[in-house]
């Protein structure tokens, strides 16, 4: 069974960061397409970063340049970096696997397998 658990939350001032894991397991983690998404209260949820076999990554234009998207296949870990931190950015994060080696568009819908979450929370 696909297991997913996201870390690494919290509650920062505006410009802080944090470093959000997600530990993985019971799928050939090296060999897919992993994600992190985010949901805000009464929005849809919405692709953060996407990063594949080859590890080559997507961003949502409204996190470039601040979030930073990596994995260890050894340890069956993903991880979004999280820099320069904004309210707008407030949400639950989650992350996702789809079984597929390239990460061909953002849609949550793409995906069959999530994590339970972690909060972020940026005050200005």
């Known amino acids: 069974q696909v297991q997913l658990v996201e870390s690494g939350g919290g509650s920062v001032q505006a410009g802080g960061s944090l470093r959000l894991s997600c530990v993985a397991s019971a799928y050939p983690f090296a060999s897919v397409c992993m994600g992190w998404f985010r949901q805000a209260p009464g929005k849809e949820r919405e692709g953060v970063a996407q990063i594949d076999v080859s590890s080559r990554t997507n961003y949502a234009d409204s996190v470039k340049g601040r979030f930073t998207i990596s994995k260890d296949n050894a340890k069956r870990i993903l991880y979004l970096q999280l820099n320069s931190l904004k309210p707008e950015d407030t949400a639950m994060y989650y992350c996702?696997?789809?079984?597929?080696?390239?990460?061909?568009?953002?849609?949550?819908?793409?995906?069959?397998?999530w994590g339970q979450g972690t909060q972020v929370t940026a005050s200005s």
């Open positions: 996702a696997v789809k079984w597929s080696v390239q990460c061909l568009g953002s849609s949550p819908r793409q995906y069959p397998y």
